[in-house]
């Protein structure tokens, strides 16, 4: 039986509105349906939900979300044609940048069928190295599939384990989802090693699954569940 005990009434951390969602939903990511921002529905009693976790700070990296200073670093990244050796994509004009900057300004975590991206930035020189992106794909928002690009001039630092690091912490701890993915081309060492060194767990490889570039190729795909991140893992909270 459905009764009031049933949902949460909370306050949108964001617009202020009331909000109302089942008690399955407690920790959980939601859509404010007045506001639309992506929240987190209170599993503590609070009168008021909580915000996404964002900005993170890791030792080296903050990841937050996009500004409109940041064309110059996107441009920079995705001028480079060997970024997109082992990835889907090409190098993109300044237009198309300062529009993808737009159109991301308005994609939420929640957003259907959209990839939620976040920045990776150097903190010492505040310039944005490249991004990760989640994609809640799954109907219950509680799977994510992590993409990462990083400017080749600050590859093979440990920035991108730093900063998959930090995104898995954000997934399991800050967003509280069930499994988190990721997939490769089976050619792309980096990209290997970088979900390995994570400990993501090799699922398998499907074999010339995917047209790129003109050419069949294997995709290698990782994950991991909440259960197997455990508790004591991931980033700093957001200082
Ligand atoms: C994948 C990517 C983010 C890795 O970045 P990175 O800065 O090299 O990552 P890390 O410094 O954390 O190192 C990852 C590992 O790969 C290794 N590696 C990096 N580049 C390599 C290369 N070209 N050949 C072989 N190994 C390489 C590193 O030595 C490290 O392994 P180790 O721990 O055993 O030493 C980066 O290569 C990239 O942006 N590639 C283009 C986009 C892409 O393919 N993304 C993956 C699919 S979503």
Redesign the pocket.
Known sequence: MITEESFIDFKCPYCGGPVSFPRECAGFVQACPDCIESLIVPDDGSEIGKAIPLPINTARLALRRFAPGDWKGLQELFSDEE?F???EGRPLEEEEILRWLESDSHIKLTTPGQVFCVAIEERETARMI?YMGLNLADPHRLQAR?????NRS????????EALDAALGFCFEGVKLHRSS????SR????C??FE?AGLRREGEFLKDELLHGEWVNTVWYAALAEEWGADRGAAPAS
């Open positions: 970024l050796r082992y990835a490249g992590l993409t990462i690009y990083l600050f590859q093979r630092k440990g920035f991108a384990l990721a997939s490769c081309d792309n060492t980096a990209a090693r970088l060194n």
